[in-house]
Nanobody, 117 residues
Framework: QVQLVESGGGLVQPGGSLRLSCAASGSISGFYRVGWYRQAPGKQRELVASIVILSGSSTTYADFVEGRFTISRDIAENTAYLQMSSLKPEDTAVYYC?????????WGQGTQVTVSS
């Protein structure tokens, strides 16, 4: 089973940017749609954005994204990305990637994003 490993999180000031990476242990093309999810302390995990892998189109974004994030993928690199800008303190969470269509893979450890001055 292909595993997805997240990286790229960190501490950033409000208004800053980060790019998260989601690297597949095998071919990311085996996923129809991949999504970025996040879970803040005391809250349920929620879908942030998703993308159809083969076409690279048909993206979806949660309402709270408000045009600040961009999801993309590089099939040759077997990696999906989440470019985040204009970050807010309420974006602080652990970010995960997983399938966004059909069965989920086991959740990875995620990558912590902390937005704070």
């Amino acid at each position: 089973q292909v595993q997805l490993v997240e990286s790229g999180g960190g501490l950033v000031q409000p208004g800053g940017s980060l790019r998260l990476s989601c690297a597949a242990s095998g071919s990311i093309s085996g996923f129809y749609r991949v999504g970025w999810y996040r879970q803040a302390p005391g809250k349920q995990r929620e879908l942030v954005a998703s993308i159809v892998i083969l076409s690279g189109s048909s993206t979806t974004y949660a309402d709270f994204v408000e045009g600040r994030f961009t999801i993309s993928r590089d099939i040759a690199e077997n990696t999906a990305y989440l470019q985040m800008s204009s970050l807010k303190p309420e974006d602080t969470a652990v970010y995960y990637c997983n399938s966004a269509h059909g069965a989920l893979t086991p959740w990875g450890q995620g990558t912590q994003v902390t937005v704070s001055s």
